[in-house]
């Protein structure tokens, strides 16, 4: 007979007739359990008892041990006998014997012992990890997945899956690396901590020559490594970033050499920049690589206006000297966590990690920011960037003060929202004589996509305009969340007024006086904060209307019938 513990419980006899171990009860269920993750091996019956209760132990635990293991044999193995019984008692204990019933999970275990007698590369090793891989793809004891006697068990066959994904990837990879990222997916799905999944999925899509794939996979093993652990990724796979950014951009430049341009800094100051590669932002990108360039540059927008687009641009144009690291997590023993992530993509090693890994609680001393500046030395210009960086506490903005003075290679690029953000802040004492405001793309700056609706639908936000060709589900989405980003330090009036716009069309200030039953001076002063956050725009006569036709149709789909109506009314009595 076999039982099978990977998945749902199940049991066949002989014939491969299925057996009833579903109806079995619960604790009968259990202590099959137990015994399947230790089978071969003699459990007290103590040991096994407080496997299964733990600390709520019946009153005989003994009796009832024998109880549920008298159930178990009744109903797999009616016509059984001690001579045949696979729980076999013995020693005063027992124990699941495979020498009488098949069990997947020793099956498993012989299969990941066998590993070791194989040579390391050959396709005997892949066979074996394809059989390991067939068993594995189902964890065991799902009934009981906290259970302490099933952690250990279920860690196990998680381990084996992922080892076996991996190795079968890294085969796959020269011959079919399309098969070889959906193993390495499928690894980082099951141990999404893991980094070497990340690195072999990176190395599957470069191989692809899908380089962005790349580089998205890497940022999302940096996200989940700062939002659920709190550290950075490893300088290896940093490493494998850096080659991936640097192939892209020798990619670019070789496909397109005619579309180097020469842009004038400052008066007479002639600065060969690359082309972006993103839209727009040209004057911007011109100024951080001119000759004269300074030493700190505050980057400002609001809620969707490309930001961190713009500081992974600055890596694409500066591979291996950009570094960029997120203020916003940036708290407690986790203070320094932008600055390591930012040194990482600068290739630091692990006596810099280490310096950053002790200073969590304290300020960094001169000396070991002397040992950091290292990494900023040499004759191209090397970039740090802080993005969402107006929550930097004033211990990071004095080390950050300290490295501008004392490197003079280094860049600093600090973004967040908008100016006011910084009254009363650390961050505000780290002045620039630069500010950049990102703007709205024009239409000029979109011609490259062909699609001369873009302009109106996006009015040039640059993540609508990332989002404008994506199904209409997933556009209105990210245009809901721009409108409630921008307008959540404004009054409530100004969802009013949005909203009033997206069903009636443009309005002027009287016809909103009676929608809204606020004043003049309450909606002057909310259409000028609507305006600046680039959400609606003002005609020659005074009426306002939304900037992007996707936000507009956006708020009115959550508008329903009665209350569009109700507006309409209102607009229709008062006029």
């Known amino acids: 007979m076999r039982v099978s513990v990977l998945g749902q419980l199940a049991v066949a006899d002989g014939d491969g007739v299925a057996l009833p171990a579903g109806e079995l009860p619960r604790r009968a269920r259990q202590v099959l359990g137990v015994l399947a993750a230790r089978h071969d091996r003699i459990q007290s019956k103590d040991a096994l008892a407080d496997a299964v209760w733990g600390v709520k ?38 124990l699941f014997d495979t020498g009488r019933a098949a069990l997947d999970l020793a ?73 070889s990222l959906r193993l390495a997916l499928d690894a980082i799905e099951l141990s999404p901590y893991l980094e070497c999944g990340y690195e072999a999925a990176m190395s599957a899509a470069a191989a692809m020559d899908r380089p962005d794939e790349a580089l998205r996979i890497f940022d999302r093993c940096r996200r989940v490594l700062d939002e659920e652990l709190g550290v950075a990724p490893s300088a290896g796979i940093v490493r494998l970033q850096r080659e991936v950014l640097a192939s892209r951009h020798a990619a670019v430049a070789a496909a397109e050499p005619e579309r180097i341009e020469r842009v004038v800094v400052l008066p007479g100051t002639p600065v060969v920049v690359p082309q972006e590669r993103f839209l727009g932002r040209a004057t911007q990108l011109s100024i951080m690589f001119g000759p004269d360039a300074p030493r700190v540059v505050h980057v400002v927008g609001p809620v969707g206006a490309g930001k961190s687009a713009f500081l992974a641009e600055l890596g694409r144009h500066a591979p291996g000297r950009t570094g960029v690291g997120h203020g916003g997590s940036s708290a407690g023993v986790l203070r320094l966590s ?27 001393r001169s000396d070991e920011l002397e040992l950091i500046s290292v990494l900023f030395a040499g004759p191209e210009p090397a970039f740090l960037g802080v993005d969402d960086a107006a929550d ?93 980003e921008r307008t959540r330090w404004m009054p409530d009036l100004a969802w009013e007024v949005l909203r009033s716009c997206a069903v009636l069309g443009p309005l002027g200030t009287i016809d909103l006086v009676p929608l809204t039953g606020r004043t003049v001076p309450e909606l002057l002063s909310c259409i000028d904060s609507l305006v600046h956050a ?12 939304h900037r992007s036709t996707m936000i507009r149709d956006a708020i009115a789909e959550q508008v329903s019938y009665a209350s569009s109506a109700h507006l309409r009314n209102q607009l229709a009595a008062a006029s």
């Open 57 to 94: 132990l019946p009153g005989n635990h003994v009796a009832a041990l024998e109880h549920y293991v008298s159930v178990i044999r009744r109903r797999l193995q009616p016509a059984g006998n001690a001579a045949s019984w696979f729980i076999v008692t013995r020693s005063g204990g027992y």
């Open 107 to 179: 099956d498993l275990r012989a299969g990941i012992r066998g590993l070791d007698a194989l040579p390391t590369d050959g396709p005997e090793r892949l066979a074996a990890h394809a059989g390991i891989l067939d068993l594995a793809r189902q964890l065991p004891f799902p009934e009981d997945p906290y259970a302490d006697w099933a952690e250990a068990a279920r860690a196990e066959v998680q381990f084996a899956a992922v080892n076996s994904l991996l190795a079968l990837a890294k085969a796959a990879q020269p011959e079919d690396p399309a098969r």
């Open 338 to 364: 932008w600055l390591r992530a930012a040194l990482i993509e600068l290739g630091a090693g692990p006596d810099v990690l280490s310096i950053l890994d002790a200073a969590a609680d304290r300020p960094l």
């Open 392 to 484: 930097l506490d004033a211990t990071s903005v004095a080390e950050l003060a300290w490295l501008s003075r004392h490197c003079p290679g280094l860049r600093i690029v600090l973004t967040y929202c908008y100016p006011s953000q910084l009254v009363g802040r650390p961050l505000a004492n780290l002045s620039t004589p630069v500010v950049l405001r990102l703007s709205p793309l024009t239409a000029v700056e979109l011609e490259p996509l062909g699609d001369d609706t873009v302009a109106e639908r996006s009015a040039g936000i640059p993540a609508l305009v990332a989002v404008a060709s994506r199904p209409q589900e997933i556009a209105y989405a990210v245009a809901m969340q721009i409108a409630r």
């Open 534 to 545: 680039h959400l609606l725009s003002e005609g020659l006569d005074g009426a306002v209307q």
